[in-house]
């Protein structure tokens, strides 16, 4: 590399931004930087391409303020990242998963740790640039063409010219007492160089590009549109399944719905105890139950009935649940109101009727045969017929002895 | 060059003279007569029968052989890495792990209990116990009382042969000075490092998880390291501390040493938070029968308050108090931590070992019951260990002096 | 610069005296030279040509594939009921392993105080960050509908509704997720200084303004260094405890799980120790070749290959620990699904799987124990390979056999993968190698700056005085602060 200083004709019409001084090995700048220190002045530095060990107690350099930064933003991710979780699944959207508490901390310090590093990362990276002052694309020192060996193998020392002790004469003199092996002054050229002006409007034009989708996605997220969500694939518009009376080019009868298979019969086909399983006696309507009645029957009756009648019947059989009194109020058109399991009409009804409504359902009542086992369903027969004698009883109902109790 | 040259540890004073006696009549007087009023009292029945005095006096066994073993890895370790840094410390090291042949004798009274059929403290040692219960039935090719002989023999003989090999080599040197004893301890520090890791593993699950015979984790023994670890760093810091109080090492042991002790000590603390969440979590998150029984006594009831002191105390507390660079460089601050870490493994080790007493590992297990008993055998023995390590260094060198990379050791500085 | 390494023992293990790091005749000027040199040559060598044609073609393949994936559905991969999880999760387990060795080389060796790190962990870092990025893939694409990925993250959605933070599968993004930004910081921050190397070198015009911009004006002030070491410092220090996380939470995918050899407590070290043996393996792939290309012997000498080694073979054998732990652990804990899992590992239908996986990451790294093996490129070439692709079984193992032998044999199954599945592993060697190769050409390959401050002239050794300025600069200090 050339050393010569002053090959820039532009760089020696600019003002004089401050002395730097070249030295022979790390060694070299720290005795140099003592002596500068001592001297006296602040707005000096030394210019190494590695951290020189035990430059920063030579040049008088306090311990930075950076651990402080991270540590503040590392207890930030921490905060964060607890009242993230709390809020999120414990308040604002809570729901149960594998029997874990909504906020319970062993599952939940996996994220705790993570933002705090996160965070203290961050504190870090950008603590050391914003400390630094970086990035900053031009400094006057870039000026001299010698301080380019900074990032090879020079070692320097500058002085700015802004500091209270400046006096090119003076520092020079006291520079090459030192031995350096080069002593120069630095000027402030023109610091527009640094980056070309393009840069900057190129930067701005994509930057608000990049905002049109956002506030696109932030307009269609609080308006509302009569036009049905747009979707990348269509695959599930039109999925290739059959649908039940259409006709099917795949099978080369052409008919969707199968035929049985030859050897097989249906479960209803395998019934052995029509009372019991189709509550019917010679084609009728059973009028007794194919078993013997008792309190677990009915208990179980109760059990079963509470969670799959009582929704729409009630608790009470009147017709009154909760899904019923909804649709009321909702005024939904459609909506056939269940039926009052305590009417007489169903309390004339032959107990394998109220059996097959179950099995089957009955007008928009679904079937219940598939999720009630066919002794459940005689249980809650049982115990439709207990809530008919219960919800239409009278006082003559009631023994004797314990009328008295219920006034 | 400023830095102190070699010459500086031969003029330190770096043995223990009279002090070695002095240790090895109170310790060891100590130990002994804490041990036997611990008896006394297990046999009478007053402090909670002998089976309280066997689960106590193996907390405090579990205690003492962790320390031992800690030593053990930070000797293998330095060598393994040809660290130049620990020259100047490592011989404490060496003469903690040279205890172990004290340490054999102190296992005995545990190895005759299982010899003896006794279940009161490992229940899967009883016959009648064992044949009636399923899961031990299942594991009695590995629980039963030959095979744990026979295995504690093997490991007392990986670690005295190793203890006597990296002592007696480097107190050789010592005379010598022959860097050639370097070499080939640092070239069979693998091997041997091989071998410690098997041995602590499974010396942790036959004296600690085979206390709860039901109850199995993958990751014990790595649990138990991370301990041994803790408690070695935590107590060579306070013998270093203890001995340059009375004047020795002055000279050879920096604050740049205490400092990366500290460092050790510190990495430790959040390594063994690692492997305790680590177990814990996964225990925890399963929640499969098979494993919640072990954590579940441990965490409901008084032993759940132990538990939480486990936490804050030997995780959360000690971390922030060791962070930062300061505390770690004063040597009142380091040792107070150290202190503070070695009673927390002990608490550790407690919460561990007693919660069997009386439930035989499964079962409704009784809560805390702390008893003068405990106190007795835990620190007859921490006592009697203490004694040993001062009879194991009576006559050498408290440092390594003719090591070859001690210029290096006493010349380095932390960034 | 010549070639007379010969005279040079850099594997003396001599207690009595430190073999030098880099080869001692090494002005800073040649370390600059030579690092920067690689990137500033017009034309990078033949081999490098045909490597960057063949792994940019594979990367076209997989982006393809994913094109396909993404219009066709997961039903291209062989994932189906009950290996759900099949080479999407091993590929990705396998890559955030890889990961793992740079930063365990910026981080932990650094604050080990191993100087022979700074030959090596840019590399190691730049690795890390190419196979995080082929790591990402995978669960990215995975989710099927890719274009709902944003789901994945607490953002309030239209459903309103919240991730749920305690499934480890939200863990995984926050720590992988945390990882690959941290990474990324560490290894650009470490960069900054040899960026304003090559910017200070550039010729061109375009060179300039990029090496420009990204060395952010970097000055080598004092002041600068100071704080830039500070924070390189707890960046380390944050990184260290980071990279046991994020594989321990890797591992927690699987962990947490109630299923036989799924749900094993020693899984998190034993991931992490896993993550670093296949990423040091990967790191020495890379490094054995990519120092005679490029001229680096004097940097990274034959001692930073051993020493990785080394670290091969002691977490070779922390795996091995692992292996048999479970094994142990398996049959001690008495469950009979445990014990029939881990028989039929070693014994059913995967146990060429599993075989596989034992040879390559426990039997053949045993071959480092000899110091002549170790410090042979073509064992180590061979070695190194083996472990890359017993940990790929690994994780392969892992996940196929406890998911096609669950707690109901109604639903074992076997899992094969598809043409797609393997195209994809393939493709993403491809993609690792296309990013991995734009490095090699564009930017400084060994932290220049940390290699100086290491030679034994960074200590002022030659230019004397250093006790006399010590104890000047101690003065100074007490008189400053």
């Known amino acids: ?124 990276f950008f603590g050391a640039l914003i400390l ?190 909760l899904v019923a009194k909804r649709a009321s109020t909702l005024g939904e058109g459609t909506w056939v109101p269940p039926s009052n399991l305590v009417d007489p009409r169903i309390e004339k009804m032959p107990v394998g009727e109220i059996y097959q409504a179950i099995r089957y359902g009955v007008r928009n009542m679904p079937k219940y045969g598939p999720q009630i086992k066919v002794e459940d369903r005689w249980a809650i027969v049982a115990y439709i017929r207990a809530l008919q004698r219960s919800q239409n009883g009278t006082i003559k109902d009631v023994p004797e002895a314990d009328r008295g109790k219920l006034k | 060059m400023n830095h102190p040259s070699p010459e500086v540890v031969l003029n330190d004073d770096r043995h223990l003279g009279p002090l070695g006696p002095k240790i090895l009549r109170i310790a060891g007087g100590l130990g002994i007569v804490l041990l036997i009023l611990g008896l006394v009292l297990g046999i009478t029945g007053s402090g909670g029968g002998m089976s309280r005095f066997l689960f106590a006096y193996t907390a405090g066994f579990a205690f003492i052989l962790s320390i031992a073993l800690g030593a053990m890895f930070f000797v293998l370790v330095n060598h393994l890495t040809r660290a130049g840094w620990c020259a100047t410390t490592r011989r404490i090291a060496e003469i903690t792990m040279g205890t172990m042949p004290f340490l054999a004798i102190l296992f005995l009274p545990i190895l005759i209990s299982v010899l003896m059929g006794y279940g009161g403290l490992f229940s899967w040692a009883d016959h009648e116990i064992a044949s009636k219960d399923h899961l031990i039935h299942l594991k009695a090719g590995y629980l039963n009382p030959v095979f744990f002989t026979i295995r504690w023999v093997i490991y007392f003989a990986v670690w005295m042969q190793i203890s006597r090999y990296y002592l007696g080599g480097s ?245 | 610069m010549s070639n007379e390494l010969s005279s040079v023992d850099f594997l003396a293990d001599d207690p009595t005296q430190r073999a030098p790091l880099v080869s001692p005749d090494l002005e800073f000027k040649d370390v600059t030279e030579t690092v920067c040199g690689v990137a500033e040559k017009p034309r990078p060598p033949k081999a490098w040509y045909v490597a960057f044609g063949i792994s940019l073609a594979l990367t076209g393949m997989l982006f393809s594939m994913i094109a396909y994936l993404v219009i066709t559905g997961v039903g291209v991969w062989g994932n189906n009921s009950p290996a759900f999880w099949g080479f999407p999760i091993v590929n990705f387990v396998f890559w955030v392993g890889i990961g793992h060795a740079g930063t365990l080389i910026s981080a932990i060796l650094f604050l080990f105080r191993q100087k022979w790190r700074t030959s090596i962990n840019r590399f190691a870092e730049a690795m890390t960050i190419f196979a995080v990025v082929c790591a990402g893939l995978f669960p990215g694409i995975h989710v099927g509908r890719i274009w709902f990925a944003y789901w994945l993250f607490p953002i309030p959605n239209q459903m309103e509704m919240w991730p749920n933070f305690r499934s480890p599968l939200l863990w995984d993004v926050f720590a992988v997720g945390t990882y690959a930004t941290v990474s990324l910081l560490f290894w650009y921050f470490g960069m900054i200084p040899d960026l304003a190397s090559l910017r200070d070198r550039a010729k061109g015009k375009i060179a300039k303004l990029l090496y420009g911009i990204f060395s952010l004006g970097w000055s080598g002030s004092a002041r600068h260094w100071h704080r830039y070491e500070r924070a390189y410092l707890i960046l380390a220090a944050l990184a260290t405890p980071l990279v046991l996380s994020v594989h321990s939470v890797v591992s927690f995918d699987f962990a947490v799980a109630q299923l036989p050899g799924w749900h094993s407590t020693i899984l998190p070290p034993y991931f992490v120790a896993g993550a670093i043996f296949s990423g040091f393996a990967m790191v020495v792939t890379l490094m054995l070749p990519a120092r005679l290309l490029f001229g680096l012997e004097k940097i990274v000498t034959m001692r930073h290959i051993e020493n990785m080694n080394k670290v091969i073979l002691a977490t070779g054998m922390m795996v091995g620990y692992a292996y048999a732990m479970e094994f142990f652990i398996a049959w001690y804990s008495g469950s009979p699904s445990e014990r029939f899992v881990f028989i039929n590992r070693a014994f059913g239908n995967y146990a060429w799987a599993y075989w596989i996986m034992v040879s390559c990451n426990v039997f053949i790294p045993q071959l480092f124990w000899f110091k002549k093996l170790r410090r042979n490129p073509w064992v180590i070439m061979f070695v190194v390979l083996f472990v890359n692709v017993g940990m790929w079984f690994e994780r392969f193992v892992i996940a196929v056999t406890s998911l096609t032998r669950d707690f109901t044999p109604a639903s074992w199954g076997y899992f094969s993968p598809t043409w797609i599945d393997i195209g994809m592993l393939v493709g993403s060697f491809g993609l690792f190698f296309t990013l991995f190769l734009l490095f090699l050409r564009f930017l400084p390959i060994v932290a220049i700056s940390e290699v100086k401050g290491v030679m034994p002239q960074a200590h002022g050794h030659q230019d004397g005085g250093h006790g006399e300025v010590k104890e000047a600069a101690e003065a100074g200090a007490s008189t400053n602060s």
């Not at chain 1, 052995?272 to 309507?285: A, E, T, Y």
């Not at chain 2, 942790?204 to 015979?213: C, G, I, Q, T, V």
């Open chain 1, 1 to 124: 590399m050339q050393a010569s200083a002053n090959a820039d004709p532009k760089g020696e019409s600019a003002p004089v931004a401050g002395i730097l001084a070249e030295f022979d090995g790390p060694g070299a700048l720290k005795k140099a930087a003592v002596q500068i220190r001592d001297a006296g002045f602040t707005r000096w530095d030394c210019y190494s391409p590695f951290p020189v060990h035990g430059i920063d107690p030579a040049m008088g350099v306090r311990p930075t303020i950076l651990p402080w930064i991270i540590l503040g933003m590392g207890l930030t991710g921490l905060t964060i990242a607890t009242a993230l979780q709390w809020w999120t699944n414990g308040v604002d959207y809570p729901f149960l998963i594998s029997g874990k508490p909504l906020f319970g901390l062993p599952a939940n310090i996996p994220i705790m740790f993570e933002l705090t590093i996160l965070l203290s990362a961050f504190g870090a």
């Open chain 1, 132 to 321: 630094n002052d970086l990035p900053k694309f031009y400094r006057p020192i870039f000026s001299s063409k010698r301080f380019k060996k900074v990032t090879d193998n020079g070692f320097f020392i500058g002085i700015e010219a802004s500091d209270p002790h400046y006096d090119s004469k003076k520092i020079q003199s006291l520079f090459r007492q030192m031995g350096p092996l080069s002593v120069e002054e630095f000027h402030d050229t023109d610091p527009q160089g640094a980056l070309p002006k393009a840069f900057f409007r190129v930067g701005i034009i994509l930057f608000l590009l990049g905002l049109i989708p956002l506030a696109l996605a932030l307009k269609s997220r609080h308006s509302t549109s009569s036009s049905p969500r747009w979707h990348f694939w269509r695959d599930m518009d039109f999925q290739p399944v059959a649908k039940a009376q259409r006709a099917s080019a795949f099978f080369p009868d052409g008919r969707v719905i199968r035929p049985q298979v030859e050897g097989t019969f249906a479960r209803e086909q395998a019934d052995d105890n029509p009372h019991l399983n189709q509550g019917r006696v010679n084609g009728k309507f059973a009028t007794t139950f194919p078993m013997k009645l008792s309190m677990e029957m009915l208990e179980r009756g109760k059990d079963r009935f509470d969670t799959y009648c009582a929704p729409c019947h009630g608790k009470d059989g009147r017709g009154q649940g």
């Open chain 2, 171 to 415: 107190v050789r040197q010592d005379d010598s000075g022959d860097p050639e004893i370097t070499s080939r301890m640092q070239k069979w520090s693998a091997a041997s490092i091989l071998l410690f890791a098997l041995t602590l593993t499974f010396a942790s699950f036959d004296l600690l998880m085979s206390l709860a015979p039901h109850w199995f984790s993958s990751i014990f023994g790595v649990y138990f390291f991370a301990g041994s670890v803790i408690a070695f760093q935590a107590f060579g810091i306070l013998v270093l501390v203890l001995l340059q109080r009375k004047g020795k090492l002055k000279k050879s042991v920096s604050i740049e040493h205490f400092h990366d002790w500290g460092k050790l000590l510190f990495a430790f603390v959040f390594f063994w938070a690692y492997i305790a969440y680590s177990q814990f979590m996964l225990i925890w998150y399963g929640n499969i029968p098979e494993e919640t029984g072990w954590f579940h006594t441990r965490i409901t009831g008084s032993w759940g308050g132990v538990a939480l002191i486990l936490v804050f105390a030997h995780f959360v507390i000690p971390f922030a108090g060791l962070m930062s660079r300061h505390a770690k460089r004063n040597l009142a601050s380091l040792s107070f931590w150290a202190m503070w870490m070695l009673i927390m493994h002990c608490i550790d080790i407690y919460w561990i070992v007693m919660p069997n007493q009386g439930g035989h590992g499964h079962g409704e297990a009784p809560g805390v019951h702390f008893q003068a008993l405990d106190i007795l055998a835990i620190v007859g023995l921490f006592s009697l260990f203490v004694a040993g390590a001062a009879y194991i260094g009576r006559h050498c060198s408290l440092v390594a002096v003719k090591e070859p990379r001690l210029a290096e050791s006493l010349a380095f500085e932390n960034a």
